[in-house]
């Protein structure tokens, strides 16, 4: 059983000093390996995290010919965001942007119910940390052996063993980066251009900079990107009451802290071994109470209950509880859980509305899109016949998987006859125009009418487009101009 080392030690201290100044050194951490129900659970959170982060990009989704046919690609050169059968343009921005706060929304819901099981257990710097450490113990290991050799003059076996492990989280972190490129090009093409040399500059830099950022955050960084970067932990405590769910030791129970005596001895259950500390990733003593520096992992649960079963004392003197419980715990009483409270009532009131709203939105997205932009100049031009020529950009929005034909016509403008620069198409009050799938057709149309019912040079004209196969319509409204001594004074 081991109590708090000197280097512990001398890291409370500095932590205390820091309270005293503004800036102190980093006091290296040592977690020391864990068994037990939470640490079996975090690993299999962390293969499931790795296996979707890493495999997704390969999953292969068919939306006909012509399409992109990976799952999530995020298509930068095309505009388009492809999430299995859904298909965003960059004027669904607005969808992203709700997803967004449905994941901000879920996030206070699940903090005020359980606590930062984000941090401790699927945010990507928890994930990786914890697998570059899993790397770091199997070549270097354990704690003590770590602090040893570290605390000893180096060696070629240390030389050995440190360029081994870097290189290792070297080699992850490059797989990281090179996954997460993957999502933004077709991952077997990217794949293929990347190796022959034939890839994109892009491609190269980016890769290069997820390998940097995933092997300094994860490798060099780790606890401290929890408790200096992330500005997480400073409003998490807005979403936690009385009754949400974190990682506790039980004052009650483990104090005052019996050093060295027995089970059934006068004190507390606490043994005061350190080892709760010692497997803290982020080196903190969870026996203080909550601090910002816990990202509620749990490891010390399963350090402190190797420790009980040792000592002959019940398990689970560090718990998931509540404050509510605890307090009436420590009266001889207990409270039960309450899932529904004010805020997470909030919490699942606003995020079921959101997933409505946006279920419906989506649901009712339109699959086709007009807008139309009036010429700057000339801005009209006056024919022989003294009728007036306005000149227009209409663009057609197919989202479609196939080709699409659509009817143009106008209305707020008696006797307008349409006519389509750029394939030749009328004089006509209709025209039929073809857009390819998955694009925007863009069409240069003149309009030509009478000079009449213009107010100060200017009139309303609309532009209706149908889709010929659907029906589904969609509307714009532009301006019709003459002469500025047009129309009635
Ligand atoms: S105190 Fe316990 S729950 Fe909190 S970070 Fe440390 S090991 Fe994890
Ligand atoms: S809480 Fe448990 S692990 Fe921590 S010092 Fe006390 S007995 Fe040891």
């Given at each position: 059983m081991s109590r708090i080392s000197k280097v512990d030690r001398e890291r409370q201290i500095q932590q205390e000093e820091a309270g005293q100044h503004l800036y102190a050194n980093r006091v290296k951490v040592y977690p020391k390996s864990v068994q037990g129900p939470v640490r079996r659970f975090k690993w299999a959170v962390l293969i499931f995290c790795l296996t979707l982060y890493y495999v997704m990009p390969w999953i292969r989704w068919d939306?006909?010919?012509?399409?992109?046919?990976?799952?999530?690609?995020?298509d930068m050169a095309h505009e388009r965001f492809y999430l299995f059968n859904l298909v965003f343009w960059p004027q669904d921005i607005y969808y992203l942007a709700g997803l967004l706060i449905m994941g901000a929304v879920t996030l206070f819901l699940v903090t005020s119910l359980v606590g930062r099981v984000w941090c401790g257990y699927t945010c990507p710097q928890t994930v990786w940390t914890d697998l570059f450490m899993w790397v770091e113990r199997r070549i270097e290991g354990d704690r003590n052996e770590r602090m040893k050799r570290d605390a000893a003059d180096v060696t070629l076996d240390t030389v050995w063993r440190k360029v081994s492990k870097h290189l290792v989280w070297l080699f992850i972190a490059f797989w990281t980066g090179g996954a997460w490129i993957m999502y933004y090009a077709d991952a077997p093409t990217v794949t293929v251009q990347f190796w022959t040399g034939t890839a994109a500059i892009e491609v190269y830099f980016f890769t290069a900079l997820f390998t940097a950022t995933t092997y300094l955050l994860a490798g060099w960084a780790r606890e401290q990107v929890c408790t200096?970067?992330?500005?997480?932990p400073r409003f998490q405590a807005a979403m936690l009451d009385e009754h949400s769910l974190t990682v506790t030791y039980q004052n009650w129970r483990g104090e005052p802290r019996s050093r060295g005596k027995r089970s059934g001895?006068?004190?507390?259950?606490?043994?005061?071994?350190g080892a709760c500390v010692t497997a803290c990733p982020t080196g903190i003593d969870i026996r203080d109470g909550i601090?910002?520096?816990?990202?509620?992992?749990?490891l010390c649960i399963d350090a402190c209950n190797h420790v009980m079963a040792r000592t002959g004392r019940p398990s689970w003197l560090i718990t998931w509880d509540t404050l509510a419980d605890q307090t009436a715990k420590a009266a001889g009483t207990h409270t039960k859980f309450r899932f529904f409270r004010p805020r997470t009532i909030i919490y699942l009131t606003a995020l079921v509305m959101i997933a409505l709203t946006m279920v419906v939105a989506v649901a009712m997205r339109p699959g086709i899109g007009l807008s139309v932009l009036h010429d700057r100049a000339p801005l009209f031009v006056r024919l022989p016949d003294g009728n007036l020529r306005n000149g227009y950009v209409v663009k057609i929005v197919n989202k479609a998987a196939e080709p699409v034909t659509f009817e143009v016509k106008t209305s707020g403008l008696p006797g307008a006859e349409l006519t389509e620069t750029n394939e030749g198409l009328?004089?006509?009050t209709t025209l039929v125009l073809p857009v390819a799938a998955d694009s925007v057709g863009t069409f240069h149309v003149f309009v030509t009418a009478a000079p009449?019912?213009?107010v100060d040079g200017t009139r309303n004209i609309d532009f209706h487009l149908r889709d010929?196969?659907?029906?589904e319509e969609a509307n714009y409204r532009s301006a019709f101009m003459g002469p500025a001594n047009t129309g009635p004074r």
């Open positions: 939306r006909g010919p012509n399409q992109a046919n990976q799952a999530i690609l995020l200096y970067m992330c500005p997480w001895s006068a004190g507390g259950d606490c043994v005061d071994c601090q910002l520096e816990c990202i509620n992992c749990g009328g004089p006509t009449t019912g213009l010929m196969t659907t029906g």
